[in-house]
C-alpha cells in the first residue's frame, strides 16, 4: 500500500470511528433524556396578581425562563443582573409575548461587591417586593477574586445573596426567599471549624475544583435558607434544584476532549430546558403549605442528605457571614 493509500485508509477509518462514536452518543442520548427529563407533571395555573417578584440572574437561563412564566402569572417581575444590554432583550421579549402582564424591568446588580449589593438595595423605589429568588450563580469564572477578596464563587453565588436577603428583609416585607441551590450540594465541603477556608482562593484552578467550588457554595444556599427559616418565621424560607439543565452556566469551562465535545452539542437533546427547569421556581412561589426551611426538586419535597443536615454548621455558617460581611462593609 503505497503512502497516498495508507493516508486515505485511516482517514475513512477515523470517520467511520468518528460516526459511531456520534451514533453511540445520540442513543445515549435518547436514552438519557427520558431519565433526566422532569419526573413531576405539576400543573397549578395560579396566577400572581400584584404579586412583585425579584430575581437576581435573570437574563438568561433558568433565570430568564422563570422570569418569563412569573410574568405570564401576572407577577411583577424585576431582573437584577450585571448587564443591561441582555437583560432588556429578555424584558423585551417577554413584554411581545405578554403585553398584558403588569410589569417586568431591570435593576442594577453587581453581586461580585458587597458595597454594590447594598447600593442596589438602598436605591430600589419599589413599594414593596414580596419574594425574593436567589438564582444568579457562576461556576469556573475566569475572575478567581470577588471585589472584597474573596474567592468568587462562594462570594457571589452565597455571600451576596445572604446580604441582599438580609438588606431586603430590612426594608421590605418579605412573603418567601428562594435559593436556588443544586443537585450537586452533596459534593460541597464546610468544616464548621474552619470557615475561613471558603473566602480562599485554591492555588490551583482546573474543572474539578470549580465542580468543588459550585457545589460548597449550593450547600452553604441550603444551610442559609434552612437557618432563615429558624430566624424568621415570618418568612417561608426554600432551597430548590432545577435538575440538570442546559444553560450557559459552565460556559467558562471548556470540554477536555473531542468525546466530550461531541457529548456537550447533545446536551440540548439529553437534559432539561430551562423553562422545564424553572417550573420548581413558579412552585415555590404559588403553592400554599409548603414546609418552610424545606429542599425542593422536581415541585416536591426532596429529603436532603447528611452533609447538609448539620445544625452547629447552620448556625455559624450564619454567623461568620455575618461577621465577615460587617468587617468587609465597615
Given amino acids: 500500500m503505497d503512502d497516498k493509500s495508507y493516508l486515505s485508509y485511516l482517514v475513512t477509518g477515523a470517520s467511520y470511528a468518528l460516526a459511531g462514536t456520534v451514533a453511540i452518543c445520540a442513543i445515549g442520548a435518547v436514552a438519557a433524556r427520558r431519565k433526566l427529563k422532569p419526573k413531576n407533571n405539576w400543573n397549578n395555573q395560579a396566577t400572581l396578581d400584584g404579586v412583585t417578584v425579584l430575581i437576581t440572574g435573570g437574563n438568561s437561563g433558568l433565570g430568564a425562563a422563570a422570569a418569563r412564566e412569573l410574568a405570564r402569572r401576572n407577577a411583577n417581575v424585576i431582573i437584577a443582573c450585571r448587564t443591561l444590554d441582555k437583560s432588556m432583550a429578555v424584558i423585551e421579549e417577554v413584554k411581545a409575548e405578554f403585553p398584558n402582564s403588569p410589569e417586568i424591568k431591570f435593576g442594577h446588580l453587581d453581586l461580585s461587591s458587597l458595597a454594590k449589593t447594598k447600593e442596589f438595595v438602598d436605591e430600589l423605589t419599589l413599594e414593596k417586593v414580596d419574594i425574593l429568588i436567589n438564582n444568579g450563580a457562576v461556576w469556573g469564572s475566569p475572575v478567581p477574586e470577588s471585589s472584597d ?14 446580604y441582599l436577603t438580609n438588606l431586603m428583609i430590612q426594608k421590605y416585607s418579605l412573603q418567601r426567599v428562594i435559593n436556588v441551590s443544586s443537585g450537586l450540594y452533596f459534593r460541597g465541603k464546610i468544616n464548621s471549624g474552619n470557615l475561613e477556608d471558603l473566602l480562599r482562593v485554591p492555588d490551583v484552578l482546573n474543572k474539578d475544583i470549580y465542580r468543588s467550588l459550585y ?59 430551562p423553562a422545564e427547569g424553572a417550573q420548581t421556581y413558579v412552585y415555590c412561589c404559588v403553592e400554599d403549605g409548603l414546609e418552610s426551611g424545606a429542599y425542593y426538586g422536581d415541585c416536591e419535597k426532596e429529603a436532603l442528605k447528611e452533609v447538609a443536615c448539620d445544625p452547629t454548621t447552620q448556625e455559624k455558617l450564619w454567623e461568620f457571614s455575618e461577621n465577615l460581611i460587617r468587617q468587609k462593609t465597615s
Fill in 149 to 162: 477578596g474573596l474567592e468568587q464563587t462562594f462570594a457571589i453565588n452565597y455571600l451576596a445573596h445572604f
Fill in 215 to 273: 457545589s460548597t457554595s449550593k450547600l452553604a444556599q441550603i444551610y442559609h435558607s434552612k437557618e432563615l427559616a429558624k430566624r424568621h418565621p415570618e418568612i417561608q424560607s426554600f432551597s430548590l434544584h432545577p435538575g440538570l439543565c442546559y444553560t450557559s452556566l459552565a460556559r467558562y469551562v471548556k470540554p477536555q476532549s473531542v468525546i466530550l465535545s461531541i457529548l456537550g452539542r447533545l446536551l440540548p437533546l439529553i437534559i432539561r430546558t
